[in-house]
């Protein structure tokens, strides 16, 4: 229940940016503040994202097969998907 006496809702397909919540904020300046050369380009970031917003395994922002942030997964270079086919993957 939240302070108004509602059920508490779940977004099973939002990233924590959809969310506006302040785990999203500590995420956010942790990634910004990444070194460069860690982090995917803007594009493949984004891409990989609408990948994990069209995952069964995505809820509220976690994956549940790895239980990331999948903001934080998906920015890092060295990071792939969990899935076993995997949905998209490392780059070099």
Do not use: H, T
Request: some cysteine.
């Amino acid at each position: 229940m939240n302070l108004e006496g509602e059920p508490r809702r779940f977004c099973r397909k939002c990233l924590l940016r959809e969310m506006e919540s302040e785990y999203f904020e500590s995420l956010q300046n942790y990634i910004r503040n990444l070194d460069e050369d860690l982090k995917v380009e803007p594009e493949v970031y984004e891409e990989r994202l609408a990948k994990c917003q069209s995952c069964d395994q995505l809820l509220s922002g976690m994956c549940r097969l790895c239980g990331c942030y999948v903001e934080l997964r998906a920015v890092m270079r060295k990071n792939s998907c969990p899935k076993v086919r995997a949905e998209w993957s490392r780059i070099a």
